[in-house]
């Protein structure tokens, strides 16, 4: 369902997101996942905790699935920091979606810091039943 990336633009991304886009130290930001098939769709879940709905971005394009999320500090300027260990800033993480999933109906719901995602099975990836003609009497096997 999911098709593996390319593995040098991973590489790429995450030593962006290690060293940051001037040089500086920075924690990566992370964006975990589950995905697998349930039924007739398929479902994915990214744990997004502490990110207001309102930043979720969700794009399609050519089959590649692109969610960006954006998480701001949940304190003020006027406080001394003592620990900062939960990343902030823009989240994002992009899917190559397999053809045979329909991405012209794709769920999205936010529930407790979770992104979860239903994409449903294409038509065309279905199981279907062909027919056999021989001597006589067609017959039906499934495919």
């Given at each position: 369902?999911?098709?593996?990336?390319?593995?040098?633009?991973?590489?790429?991304?995450?030593?962006?997101?290690?060293?940051?886009?001037?040089?500086?130290?920075?924690?990566?930001?992370?964006?975990?996942?589950?995905?697998?098939?349930?039924?007739?769709?398929f479902?994915?879940?990214?744990?997004?905790?502490?990110?207001?709905?309102?930043?979720?971005?969700?794009?399609?394009?050519?089959?590649?699935?692109?969610?960006?999320?954006?998480?701001?500090?949940?304190?003020?300027?006027d406080?001394?920091?003592?620990?900062?260990?939960?990343?902030?800033?823009?989240?994002?993480?992009?899917?190559?979606?397999?053809?045979?999933?329909?991405?012209?109906?794709?769920?999205?719901?936010?529930?407790?810091?979770?992104?979860?995602?239903?994409?449903?099975?294409?038509?065309?990836?279905?199981?279907?039943?062909?027919?056999?003609?021989?001597?006589?009497?067609?017959?039906?096997?499934?495919?």
């Open positions: 369902m999911l098709m593996r990336t390319d593995p040098f633009r991973e590489l790429d991304r995450f030593t962006q997101q290690l060293f940051g886009q001037n040089g500086t130290w920075s924690r990566p930001a992370v964006m975990p996942m589950d995905a697998y098939r349930e039924g007739e769709e479902v994915v879940h990214f744990d997004l905790p502490g990110v207001d709905p309102s930043t979720v971005d969700l794009n399609v394009e050519r089959n590649v699935l692109t969610v960006k999320a954006e998480r701001t500090r949940s304190y003020g300027d406080v001394e920091l003592q620990v900062a260990e939960r990343p902030r800033g823009v989240f994002s993480r992009q899917l190559f979606l397999g053809d045979t999933l329909n991405t012209d109906n794709i769920h999205a719901t936010y529930d407790a810091g979770v992104l979860t995602l239903r994409i449903p099975i294409a038509e065309k990836a279905k199981p279907r039943k062909i027919e056999i003609s021989a001597a006589g009497t067609p017959k039906q096997i499934n495919a």
